[in-house]
């Protein structure tokens, strides 16, 4: 188990680095998925071109979706979105940057499927393979001779060579390199125009913008901190928690079993045998910070949730039992008086 706490307190530390290769093992994954995929053109005109599409976009979408799904920073980015403002106001400028951070890992391996897939050619070809100019490129006298749905269904057989008869019309060769050279030139250029895009994004626009992309990195980086912080105290502050409940439950059962025999185990008991048990019960309660029954957790809780403290340091003022934080004038409050008779 310290093995596995140290590897743990490891990636939070090194959260951006560990995403970073979840991305990059994504993207691997990604293009291993396309070699290891069984590509099959249904060679219908009326199902190529969907059958095609489906192939660019459907997976890349999963990718984006489950490189999301990976980011740990996607839970704190609705947090922070959904929050009421309360005595801290919201910046969307924060909420952009942590977006367009958690956009640009999540993209890298739909990137890569899309640059792979068209560089292989497959997916081209059977997407558009009743688009070529068969008058070009084959006997184009022998083409006017057939009607267009008769052209559109012996063309869409031109990824398919079990079933391919129209040798006749246009060699399936020159069809096939011809659309797969059409193919890799746009993989190239979609390999060129992201990786132009990623340097302006990475490179060019902090300069334009340093100061507003300052403030709303280390704003990011505060709200991820403080979140982490809180949920440490929030687990130091439960442990404390059940451990003060078991001891006293622990001590109420003993209790409750010695009141036969009371002045026997009084009697028996060495005189410093309590100290050190009143001791670790003293710092539990200390790390308890006066919190002490569920309502109170519950209403400490709440407004964390509702009413986070304002970014001033040596300036918060106590948050009451019903949430009011001072600064003004308090509200009033109701006094009931309440008689007991004994009759």
Known sequence: MDKFRMVFQFLQSNQESFMNGICGIMALASAQIY????FNCPCLPGYNAAYSAGILLAPPLVLFLLGLVLNNNVSMLAEE?????GRRAKDPAVLRYMFCSMAQR?????????????????????????????????NGSLALGLSPPELAR????VPCPEIYDGDWLLAREVAVRYLRCISQALGW???LLTTLLAFIVRSVRPCFTQAAFLKSKYWSH?????RKLFDETCTEHAKAFAKVCIQQFFEAMNHDLELGHTHRALATAPAGSAAPATTDGAEEREKL?????QGAVNRLLTNWHKCKPPLRVGQEEPLMGNGWAGGGPQPARKEVATYFSKV
Request: net charge neutral; glycine share 6%; proline share 7%.
């Open 35 to 38: 070699s290891s995929f069984d």
């Open 189 to 191: 250029s979609f390999v």
């Open 222 to 226: 505060y709200i991820d901190i403080e």
């Open 81 to 85: 979105w959904k929050r009421p403002p």
């Open 106 to 138: 999540a993209l890298i391996a739909p990137v890569v499927w899309v640059a792979v897939t068209l560089l292989d050619g497959k997916c081209f070809l059977c997407a558009f393979c009743t688009a070529v100019p068969v008058t070009v490129l084959g």
């Open 154 to 157: 012996l063309l869409a057989r």
């Open 289 to 293: 910070r006066g919190i002490t029954d």
